[in-house]
């Protein structure tokens, strides 16, 4: 039994991103990240905490990024899952900002 | 089988599932809140020898249980890559090797925990430890279902229960969004549990 898919975005081919690429960006990312606190912690780097940290969330969020973009397919699909996907995801920004204050 | 063309012109089975990690986003945003705002509360001397339970995280073993969980991302976009290309042989190669670096994964967080409870003796009884065991734990419980899920996947890729092929593959699809989902709130916790 056969079963016959209607999805126009997903119909249209895209040319495989480069997913290596991505994932030693990743990597590095992570690399970087890990290597910048161990320093941290042992007094190589002096910087300010808050630096750090905002360096961090940067990376992290680089990252996390990059996988809803390539490994997600958000970039090439319908903009239609990026707006159900980012809705929640603005709203957790605006709770996490209410957070701060 | 024909189905009817659904009116947004997407596949039913991937828009659920973007549905589904859009509920998760919240889900998984509220429990990071509750460690944000209350891992921090615990009176001094609550944990043994050192000032606060971060201190207790194993950072270097994190980093590279962080970088097992990227490299499953990976083998996964590339078994739907295969499967796409029609390279059936090379498609279970990559499920196979996911599901070895999903059970490791939680391997090395089954051991992190041991380490913390057993040995640091960081328990359910600080605000840290509470709210670390949780969402982490969380993390760990969605990791735990990808695999069970890819497990159904691999039957199916071997020929049990039909299988997949370069026009049939948006059950892999659909597993890849959620295990990616999973890999990115791993890549947010990594900072915002274990460095910040």
Redesign the interface.
Known sequence: ??????????KKAHK?PN??G??LA??ML??I??AT??MA?AGVITWPRPV??SA??A???T??VL??M???HLKFD?F??TV??G???L??VV??AL?LI | ??????S????NR??GM??F???E??FF?VL??NF??LSKLDPPGSFHGVETGRELLN??LT?FN??VL??S??T???AL?FI?EGKQFLFRVALLVTLAFGAFFIGVQAYEYYVLAVVEGLGYDTLFGATFYTLTGFHGFHVFIGLCWLTILLFKAFGVMGGFSRK?N?GVEVF??YW??V??VW??L???VY??
């Not at chain 1, 056969?2 to 999805?7: L, P, Y």
């Not at chain 2, 089988?1 to 659904?6: A, L, R, S, T």
């Open positions: 039994m056969t079963v016959q898919h209607h999805d126009k975005t997903d495989h997913y290596l991505v994932f990743l990597a992570t690399a990240i890990t606190e161990l912690e750090l940290n961090y969330l990376m992290s969020i990252k996390a996988v809803a390539f490994y997600m319908s239609l899952y159900l996907f809705l929640p995801v709203f957790a709770f996490f957070l | 089988m024909i189905h009817p063309p659904p947004l012109g997407l596949d991937k828009f973007w549905g990690l859009a509920s986003v919240l945003s990071i809140a944000l705002v950072i270097p980093a962080t970088f990227l490299t991302s990976f996964v976009v590339l890559q796409q049939d948006m890849g969004l990616h989902f890999d990115i890549l947010l990594f900072s915002l460095l910040i």
